[in-house]
């Protein structure tokens, strides 16, 4: 081996671990998209189309005291819920050091919300509580996560200096006001994330916007499902004029008193969930001899192709959610639009980055028909326009050269390359997301695992819904834990509170 | 100023209430058809049971089969009318409980096979044997838990052809509720589906179907469906002999305009035994353990 090219060699792999990683996404990403089922069955897309654009421009709400009734229900469960998970999420974080917290935190977030609310539907029924732990559970999972982060990331100077301190002096003189501002800024983010799966939670049959929004669109009265939907958006668009610190007691006092979380279901019920309903069939019966067929058949027709089919929509979707924010993230950066396009640009972003990939799914598959191409489109559509808004905020930080080049070179050459490490952490932040949100949106009917979690519920079957669960959570967790592995591995360091 | 104002509102906002906090007598139905219709159906209902009984009655809507039946299980509502499968899973479920009436129609109840009419399948009319040429097709159920929409076309797919639904058909899909399922078909988003004869002639007498699209090209045997379950502990509850009275007033309908809501000619008496075969059935095609 000549000098040069050993030379060569080591400047390669200097630069490869971040070129191989994105290549290597690409690649499997690419082979997801061929084994996807992609195809448009709906053959008339566009009239329910024109339909649709119809109804958003005539937007008319039928009955105004269920409406409100419904957004006071989303609202006060988002309360609740926010309340709580901040509460078990901030005693976790305390101990987040301990890899058995870690673990049972990604585990109850790797848990979609809605798979909570389809267990406690069971055990309590139409209940306030219901949808309150539904959303609180994995929302504390994911604070704790956050919480234990920043904690770590806060410098250790301070708490350093002090001469003589207990630990629980130096956490709340030191490590908490340092990182308190972040907390805050990250559950105020939080929330906004909470009003949506709130509003989702109707889908299952809460009291929820979603609930009325799920008959309007599926009957295809789209005047009122406009109506609801400009309700959602204005909602989160004027979250930071309502959502006062200072008020915040009077909403949450509003919230338990709107909806008071009392339970009216038998504990007796609860309990035989758990201790009967959950245990594999073959183990009720004390036929302990037919647990592996009993396993073997699971595998063979829920298992295995939900848990195919799950990698397959989220590896694509990682695919197209990138292209898309590669495509869309200069709409929000001031080097390649200024002014009012910006803005505009910037609006069609957050809007995007509102509407839940679960409501974005079901309106898809009243507009393409039962493919895996509505999930696909929605998940990319949601990420996506969230990815592309915050690297073309990171962009304006980029100072270029007076002589920089302009437009399409400005973009390869200049902006990309250098966003592009950020770029990735963000993807990276958001795949334990999608692939979350594939296993569930099986559940529209797509046939990821949420699908098979789904019919088992609908089939009274709680002991494959319980293990079928507990495979999707495993299936995020794994996903976490490359993610968190890659961006370690490519020093990526994004500031979590933007996700 | 603007506390009192938030506290006004609050004040306000408290005569709102969660339907399911509400106490007195409460009902629920699987939700088979369009949601509208149902709330008109089961508002009417639940006036005519309220001035019947003389205790409060709600109507609860709920998202699918499954959450009827839950909510029966848990005694969250006390009545329900479920179709013919999720009546016999929510019995299994609740001791006691019972089938006290159905419609008379739900004596013989069927599901029609419609198709597209791309699909070739309209206009060659197979008499009473079963459209092998579907085969290789997509074709849509309603709800995964439906008796009309799920359990009965799928025991007669796999007789007559064979075969798992997902193996005979290119795809398979749950519409959710039978309205969909008709408006899935018309569109020719699927072939072929399945769905509730009552649903389908309802749609077509409003006008809603266009038969040069979407026809019927087959028709099931007939089996027993819908019935009005009863827990067995609302004599407790509501006094002793609240089941017979309930019995007894919805046998005793006779409203055409409430008749016509669900649509049926009358109400007859049911038990739990009719509702045998439906068992037998669920449990031959693995969606009830033996």
Known sequence: MSISSAHEFHYRTALGPLSRTAALLTLVGVMALLLADIEIISPEPGLELTRMGLGLLSPRIPDQYVFVEALLNTLSFAFQAMALATLIGFLLSLVYRLAVVRAFCAFIRGIHELFWALIFLQVMGLSTLTGVLALAIPYAGILAKIFGELFEEVSPQPRNNLLVADHISAFFYTTLPLAWRSLCAYCSYRFECMVRSSVILGFVGLPTLGFYLESALREGRYQEGAALLYVLLLLIATLRFWLRRALLPVYLLAAFLLLPPVVEVSWDGAWRFFTVDIVPAPLRNNSQAQLWSWLTLLWQQQLQPGVINTLILGMAALLVTAMFALLCFPLNSPHFVRGWSRRFGDAFLIIGRTLPEYLLAFVGLIVLGPSMLPALLALALHNGTIVAHLVGRFSESLSLRQDAVRGVNLYFYEVLPRMFRQFLALLLYRWEVIMRESAILGMLGFATLGFYIDSAFEEFRFDRAALLIICSALLNMLADALARYWRRRLHLNTTPETL | ?290
């Not at chain 2, 058809?33 to 049971?49: C, H, I, M, N, P």
């Not at chain 2, 798992?164 to 078909?185: E, N, W, Y």
């Open chain 2, 1 to 290: 100023m603007r506390l009192l104002t938030v506290l006004a509102a609050l004040l306000t906002s408290l005569t709102f209430s969660f339907s399911t906090v509400a106490e007195g007598f409460r009902f629920t139905a699987i939700p088979d058809q369009d949601e509208s219709q149902l709330q008109a159906r089961f508002g009417k209902v639940a006036r005519y049971l309220e001035r019947e009984l003389g205790v409060p009655v709600t109507y609860v809507p709920v998202k699918s089969y499954a959450a009827a039946v839950t909510a029966f299980r848990n005694n969250q509502v006390q009545l329900a009318w479920f179709g013919g499968l999720s009546g016999v899973k929510a019995r299994d479920l609740v001791s006691g409980s019972r089938a006290i009436a159905q419609g008379y129609e739900d004596q013989f109840f069927k599901t029609y096979l419609i198709a597209h009419h791309s699909s070739g399948l309209l206009g060659q009319s197979t008499g009473d044997k079963f459209p092998k040429a579907i085969q290789g097709k997509t074709f849509t159920f309603g709800s995964k838990g439906s008796t009309s929409g799920r359990l009965m076309p799928e025991f007669y797919v796999r007789k007559h052809l064979g075969q798992a639904p997902d193996k005979a058909f290119d795809r398979v899909g749950f519409s959710g509720d039978h309205s969909r399922t008709i408006a899935l078909v018309q569109s020719g988003a699927y072939a072929v589906g399945a769905v509730n004869y009552k649903v389908w002639e309802r749609a077509l007498a409003d006008g809603k179907i266009d038969r040069n699209k979407v026809d019927v090209i087959w028709q099931t045997p007939a089996y027993p469906d819908y019935q009005w379950s009863v827990r067995g502990d609302v004599d407790q509850r509501f006094g002793a002999g609240f089941a017979d009275r309930i019995q007894s007033v919805l046998l005793a309908i006779d409203d055409p305009e409430l008749l016509e809501a669900f649509p049926r000619q009358s109400f007859v008496k049911a038990d739990n035994d009719d509702y045998r075969p439906i068992r037998d059935t669920a449990v031959t095609i693995g969606l009830i353990d033996g």
